[in-house]
């Protein structure tokens, strides 16, 4: 019997119904790995050839600081009788006698300084310095910001105002004259405990770095405090955060296991964009003599001392010079990098 072709029946084909064979299921299913929060954000990282770049330069510049040091020949602090304002590469006079009489005698890459000290192993313990700083003051101000930003978001209202007030007054505070006062108020008291037993690191470290220290203790925490608040501000009325009030979870749990647990990716990227910023301040500071105690050099306190021979040893200012802008062009790329793999607003 014909179907009318003006009838609104579907023709079926009992053949459509059959069960699909084990080929046809296969050939159906898409696998796709399995992947967390980080390894996905580690994944996109190694795409980031900018990023892997930057990394290389910081282990490398890491290496050169920490590793290079213990068994170079010469000491950030020996003077070498003879050896002043050496250049690149060059000996002195008792230096190149020794090499003429068959002794070996390992080269000053970078070349001397004006008291007769090589200059690369001052470089390296400069770079060390300057990293130690800066991982330090961001470790600080991760540490005084995660926690009073997330303080305030988490308890709101009243609480929220007056804490965030408080941000707006510190951010009113000039920092380098709050640096200058600290290292003459800690100079007499840091010089008593540095005579205690186990405190001794403080003489060499100095008042004016450990003042560096406690300023961004007291300051420079603000702009992650802000940052921490307003993602807790997102995250505080989500339903995990919900279901943990309704099983009695306290405020510091919730705080410390939910809400900063999912800012761990938004954290990562904000305190590597924090190095280099403290990095340039302790250069800075370091240049205006308000660094490390002599004869310990910073980068800045040796672009400073190369100011008054930029004429007749332009290379003493050049050398920390391109060293400090590589660690912070590279922390801020590598900073930009990790952004771009870790904040979820980002994926493709």
């Not at 040091?69 to 009788?81: H, T």
Request: aromatic share 10%.
């Amino acid at each position: 019997m014909e179907k009318n072709p003006f009838s609104l029946q579907l023709k079926l084909n009992p053949d459509d119904f059959l069960p699909a064979t084990d080929e046809e299921k296969e050939s159906l299913v898409v696998m796709r790995e399995s992947v967390g929060f980080w390894k996905d954000g580690f994944r996109r990282l190694r795409k980031n050839k900018v990023a892997m770049v930057s990394l290389f330069i910081v282990i490398i510049v890491m290496l050169f600081a920490f590793v290079v040091p213990s068994f170079y020949p010469y000491s950030y602090k020996m003077q070498i009788k003879g050896a002043n304002n050496l250049k690149p590469m060059e000996y002195s006079v008792e230096e190149q006698e020794r090499i003429d009489a068959g002794e070996k005698v390992f080269p000053h890459i970078f070349g001397t300084d004006k008291m007769g000290r090589d200059y690369a192993i001052r470089v390296m313990m400069g770079s060390r310095i300057s990293l130690l700083v800066g991982i330090v003051a961001a470790a600080i101000i991760l540490l005084i910001g995660s926690v009073y930003g997330s303080v305030a978001a988490f308890a709101g209202g009243w609480v929220d105002l007056v804490m965030m007030r408080i941000v707006d007054i510190i951010y009113t505070i000039p920092d380098i004259l709050l640096i200058i006062l600290l290292s003459f108020a800690l100079k007499d008291p840091l010089a008593k405990l540095s005579q205690v037993p186990g405190f001794g690191w403080m003489s060499v470290m100095g008042e004016n770095l450990i003042s560096i220290f406690v300023v961004f203790a007291l300051l420079y925490w603000v702009g992650m405090a802000r940052m921490v608040r307003s993602q807790v501000l997102m995250l505080k009325e989500s339903e995990y955060v919900t279901a943990a009030r309704a099983l009695g979870a306290k405020s510091g749990r919730i705080i410390k296991k939910h809400l900063l647990t999912n800012c761990i990716g938004t954290l990562i990227v904000t305190t590597t964009l924090q190095i280099p910023s403290s990095i340039f301040t302790e250069s800075f500071l370091s240049f205006l003599g308000l660094g490390v105690a002599v004869p310990m050099p910073s980068l800045g306190s040796l672009a400073s001392d190369a100011i008054n021979g930029l004429n007749t040893n332009p290379h003493q200012l050049f050398i920390p010079a391109i060293v400090i802008s590589l660690i912070i062009l590279s922390f801020n790329l590598l900073g930009d990098g990790l952004r771009d793999a870790f904040d979820p607003k980002l994926k493709n």
